[in-house]
């Protein structure tokens, strides 16, 4: 999985969030419901990460980008997220 960009709260991510899903592009949120439950906690979780699969990624920058969302230089590979998918494709290496 690929985080597209980190928000504080939930709401704030919903609108790239439905907008990358109107694209056909699957999402998801990483830390959504912590963040609703405390919003305290937010930051100290590493904030809400909108996420897309790999091979989706590249696609996605793109329609963002094109259609003026601000991404900054958060986009980035979530190295946890590969390795638990590795692992659980049956993949060794």
Do not use: C, H
């Not at 609108?15 to 419901?33: C, K, P, R, V, Y």
């Not at 609703?36 to 100290?44: E, I, T, Y």
């Amino acid at each position: 999985m690929f985080t597209i960009k980190t928000f504080t709260y939930p709401t704030d991510a919903a609108i790239m969030q439905s907008f990358l899903d109107a694209q056909g592009i699957q999402t998801f949120l990483n830390n959504e419901i912590n963040a609703q439950v405390d919003p305290l906690l937010s930051n100290a979780l590493g904030g809400v990460q909108l996420m897309v699969p790999d091979e989706q990624a590249e696609q996605a920058i793109a329609l963002l980008r094109e259609n003026g969302f601000e991404l900054g230089n958060q986009v980035k590979e979530n190295k946890l997220l590969k390795w638990i998918n590795k692992i659980m494709s049956g993949q060794k290496k």
